[in-house]
């Protein structure tokens, strides 16, 4: 079993929260309330850069194609790379998602 560094009740609930969604939409209204815009749309960013990592673009092509730093990108390249896996799963999964919906 996974253990998070921080693990807590509070941080188990809100993931309980988030599973407990079940449309783009409910994900909207919930994370409207959550986060603000600039997080949100970080989150957004942060899964774009893993994505492009995990097709094996440069850091040059992802600041090319987002606008993100190669900075940054080396971060969340770090988190792709010798995290605990969840960027590859989640972007797995969301492969597997498109590809059943061809």
Same mark, same amino acid.
């Given at each position: 079993? !996974?253990? !998070?560094?921080?693990?807590? +009740?509070?941080? /188990? /609930?809100?993931?309980?929260?988030i599973?407990?969604?079940?449309?783009?939409? #409910?994900?909207?209204r %919930?994370? &409207? &309330?959550?986060?603000?815009? $600039?997080?949100?749309?970080?989150?957004?960013?942060? =899964?774009?850069?893993?994505?492009?990592?995990h097709?094996? %673009?440069?850091?040059?092509?992802? #600041?090319k194609r987002? @606008?993100?730093?190669?900075?940054?990108t080396?971060k969340?390249?770090?988190? !792709?790379?010798? @995290?605990?896996?969840? !960027? +590859?799963?989640?972007? /797995?999964? =969301? $492969?597997?998602?498109?590809?059943?919906? +061809?």
């Amino acid at each position: 079993m !996974y253990r !998070y560094k921080i693990q807590s +009740k509070e941080i /188990d /609930d809100l993931f309980e929260a988030i599973l407990s969604l079940e449309t783009v939409e #409910e994900c909207y209204r %919930f994370f &409207d &309330d959550l986060c603000t815009i $600039n997080e949100l749309e970080a989150f957004g960013q942060r =899964l774009k850069v893993a994505k492009l990592l995990h097709e094996k %673009f440069t850091y040059q092509e992802i #600041e090319k194609r987002t @606008g993100i730093s190669a900075a940054t990108t080396s971060k969340i390249s770090k988190s !792709y790379v010798y @995290g605990p896996g969840g !960027y +590859k799963m989640v972007i /797995d999964r =969301l $492969n597997k998602l498109k590809g059943s919906k +061809k």
